[in-house]
């Protein structure tokens, strides 16, 4: 949307919604089949006088208020909507069943188990999955070991694996089975040796090895763990060249074959243990084998025989395989090769990877630590999903923990016993290209048990049964009448199937398009099909154009404060049709006087007329919006105090004219101003004050009643003004006078004191600077005089 449009949009007061339009309207629907496959909120409409003339069969598909505001009843709108029901809900499993042992079949983990949803386009359906994990479930453990050099001191731990194995998982269940298989390696080079010497014995000459192989299946699923030790206990290391294994090879075979192995629909486990890495598709072109894996059971004798001509599996081949078999995968494996087991276990689906000390002591303790984290989560996953269908989760785990999207699927930390839920969304985008039903099944990661889900698209109206093919309405049989329209016959087109294609555009039929002769077709506001206008859709849905040449539309009508039709009307042809009350061109005219009411109940004021809710004045001294305000008349109280003095008292101005000029109202008398009528008494009532020639205050109220007349109510008892007491002006005077000399004196004994005290300290100040200095008198004379001897020793004599 450029900035022209978005600001043509704000001035409409229109949504960005409308101008885009809507699914239903863009889709362009030609049937009713067509119009709920372009969204959920689309309908048809079946009525056959729906559309206007000009208006073009996809009219009838819009919104479903859309409709109805076209005139469409809801009853003669069609608008299916989808439908789950389930079709196989057994309870789930509570326990044990009085006691008695219950076999694999007979154990319930998840419901529903079958459903079938009935999808509309665009609508989603939604239906609750439980799951509760059940107690005493059985468990197949498959076993499959590395049987290369650097595992010979593992196989003599392993040997005594299936009796301790055993005990330890009857504490989980009563129902376990164990079996045992081995890999080493392609048998080719350059991933063995083949000279004859070391295919017999690969290992050095002190050391008895038994002669490489790829896979074999040692022991199938058995219950008896003795039987696993006392095979186990027989089995040889073998050798091959480099350090990756053919541990893939062997991972593929137990999944493919599960007769061979004896897998049950029970809880699966495959423990593979090794302390290498792994070969995947495409090393096998070292030894020339470029066949990829087939993914098929090739166990003669309980042999793999097809390693030399196969390549090894990839990982997405092994995790297809896996999760089709319903198999949870335990790798335990060295230290030294953690980190690349964990990275192959976030690729696989339900897997665990445990540290195998370097001897395989701790085998046992590892398979149930990691049996148990893989039980505690369920994950749920669905099979491909036929195109244009989506699938979405919400869990509702534990302790109230909810979780959507990929997180959706899952809920960790369930222990037997505990139950969780699965909100499952289906939904689907238009209809597949067969039109068949479809099936998809969802189940939890690791576990046999499914729910069985059978999709029926809706693609069709329930009027599409009732349709009357080669029916005269569609021009002679050109067409089926179908939902209240035509749907033509292939070559045939038109609102009722009138034209051919080979006539769509002749200058014959274009001439029945043009109005009044002119030049336009259909006014440039449509298309002229087999003769007939058809009107162009609008960008706003809300919008459009009609009549036998497009002339005319609902959105060119005069407009009032940005409204079509001021909001008071609608818009047929280009002219507002106004509702009840509203008249004009933009129905912005209120016919409606309630507006205009004075507070004398009076329109206007009796002063004005009433025009579209508005007052115009008529007296022009009056104004506002009820002509009440009279800026040059005197108030209502002034007016008429002649009058009522005169009628009250008998005095005033008119007391001799009063009979003659002051009869226009009636005048009731009160003794005291407070017997007077109050406003809750008489809404529209003045309450005057007034004085007389005596300075006496006299009260009045005046108020005009709902029949014209004026009413005067008027108090007998007068407030005069009382003489002045001149006692007390006198000795208010004199104290007066008193106080303010008195004020004087203090002030200016304050500003004497104030003066003294700043001379005083300009003295001592001067005092303090002061400096005198000693000189002698000019006409002091010294008593003593001074004689000296001139012969006697140089001293002097004094005198």
Known sequence: MDVRLLLISLLLGLSRAQLDGNECTKASAQSCGECIQAGEKCGWCIDKDFLKQGEQKSTRCDEIEALIKKGCSEASIEN?????????????????????????????????????????????????????????????????????????????NVKNLGTDLMAEMQKITSDFRIGFGSFVEKTVMPYISTTPAKLLNP?????????????????????????????????????????????????????????????????????????????????????????????????????????????????AHLVQKLSENNIQTIFAVTEEFQPVYQELKNLIPKSAVGTLSSDSGNVIKLIIDAYNSLSSEIILENSRLPEGVSISYISHCKNGVSDKGENGRKCSNISIGDQVMFEVAIMAKGCPSNGKSETIKIKPQGFTEEVEIVLNFICECACHKEGIPNSPVCHFGNGTLECGACRCNEGR?????????????????????????????????????????????????????????????????????????????????????????????????????????????QICNGRGTCECGTCKCTDLKFQGPTCEICPTCPGVCTE?????????????????????????????????KEELPQPNDQPYINHCKERDANDCWFFFTYATKNDSTVEVHVAEELECPSGPDIIPIVAGVVAGIVLIGLALLLIWKLLMIIHDRREFAKFEKEKMNARWDAQQNPIYKSPINKFQNPSYGNNGITL
């Not at 989808?82 to 694999?104: A, F, H, I, M």
């Not at 002339?551 to 002219?575: A, M, P, V, Y």
């Not at 509702?579 to 016919?591: F, H, I, P």
Request: one cysteine or more; proline letters at 3%.
């Open 493 to 601: 087109i038109g609102r009722v199937c009138e034209c051919s294609k080979d006539e769509v555009r002749t200058d014959d039929l274009d001439a029945n398009c043009r109005m009044d002769n002119g030049t336009d077709i259909c006014n440039n506001n449509g298309d002229c099909v087999c003769g007939a206008c058809e009107c162009k859709k609008r960008d706003n849905p809300e919008e459009r154009y009609s009549g036998k040449f497009c002339e005319c539309d609902n959105f060119n009508c005069d407009r009032s404060n940005n409204k079509l039709c001021g909001g008071h009307g609608r818009c047929e042809c280009r002219k507002c049709i106004c509702e009840a009350n509203y008249t004009g061109s933009a129905c912005d005219c209120s016919l409606d006087t309630s507006t205009c009411l004075a507070s004398n109940k």
């Open 640 to 672: 008429h105090k002649d009058c009522v003095q005169c009628q009250a008292f008998g005095t005033g101005e008119k007391k001799d004219t009063c009979k003659e000029q002051c009869n226009k109202f009636i005048l009731v008398k009160k003794k005291k």
């Open 203 to 315: 290992c050095t000459s002190d050391q008895n090895c038994t002669s490489p192989f790829s896979y074999k299946n040692v022991l199938s699923l058995t219950s008896q763990g003795s039987q696993f030790n006392n095979l186990v206990s027989k089995q040889q290391i073998s050798g091959n060249l480099d350090s990756p294994e053919g541990g893939f090879d062997a991972i593929m075979q137990v999944a493919v074959c599960p007769n061979q192995i004896g897998w049950r629909n029970v809880t699966r486990l495959l423990v593979f243990s090794t302390d290498a890495g792994f070969h995947f598709a495409g090393d096998g072109k070292l030894g020339g084998i470029v066949l990829p894996n087939d993914g098929k059971c090739h166990l003669q004798d309980n042999m793999y025989t097809m390693s030399h001509y196969y390549d090894y599996p990839s990982i």
């Open 80 to 156: 299916p909507r989808g439908t789950v029901s389930v079709n196989k809900n057994q309870s789930l499993t509570d326990r044990t069943k009085d006691g008695v042992k219950l076999k694999p079949d007979q154990i319930t983990q998840i419901q529903p188990q079958k459903l079938t949803l009935n999808l509309r386009s665009g609508e989603a359906q939604t239906f609750n999955l439980i799951f509760k994990r059940a107690e005493d479930y059985p468990i197949d453990l498959y076993y499959l070991m590395d049987l290369s050099y650097s595992m010979k001191d593992d196989l003599e």
